[in-house]
């Protein structure tokens, strides 16, 4: 398995998130799109989880300190952005902090797999 198709997927979650965001300081709520952020997100994860193992083709990237950092983090993307609105109910802003937690986890994920994949070709 080659790393341009999770890129591919990462970057199209991510493009989603950066419009999603936008439409949340809108105030307009999209439950469609956030089910495909998800799916995407989702996708992503599982893909990278599937070339830190090993690919079925037999490619390999070096399992290293960035690979699995990258995974830990979007791991905990995920995590957090289904734990937003569970705790965006309670407290609006504790829901946000949430959120930007979130959002970081996933910028330095996605940046922390770009240079793992950078730096494995």
Same mark, same amino acid.
């Not at 995920?78 to 109910?89: A, E, H, T």
């Given at each position: 398995?080659? /790393?341009?198709?999770? $890129?591919?997927?990462?970057?199209? &979650?991510?493009?989603? !998130? ?24 989702a996708g992503a994860l599982e893909g990278l989880a599937v070339l830190l193992?090993? /690919?079925?083709?037999? $490619?390999?990237?070096?399992?290293? &300190?960035?690979?699995? !950092?990258a995974l830990g983090l979007f791991a905990y993307a995920m995590f957090s ?41």
């Amino acid at each position: 398995m080659q /790393a341009l198709p999770i $890129a591919l997927i990462l970057t199209a &979650s991510m493009c989603l !998130g950066l419009y999603l965001g936008w439409l949340y300081l809108r105030g307009v709520r999209k439950p469609v799109l956030n089910g495909i952020h998800i799916l995407l997100g989702a996708g992503a994860l599982e893909g990278l989880a599937v070339l830190l193992h090993g /690919a079925p083709n037999g $490619a390999v990237f070096v399992a290293h &300190s960035l690979g699995v !950092g990258a995974l830990g983090l979007f791991a905990y993307a995920m995590f957090s952005g289904l734990l937003g609105p569970i705790f965006g109910r309670q407290s609006r802003r504790t829901g946000e902090a949430v959120l930007v937690t979130h959002v970081s986890a996933g910028l330095v994920g996605f940046l922390v797999f770009l240079w793992w994949v950078a730096r494995n070709r």
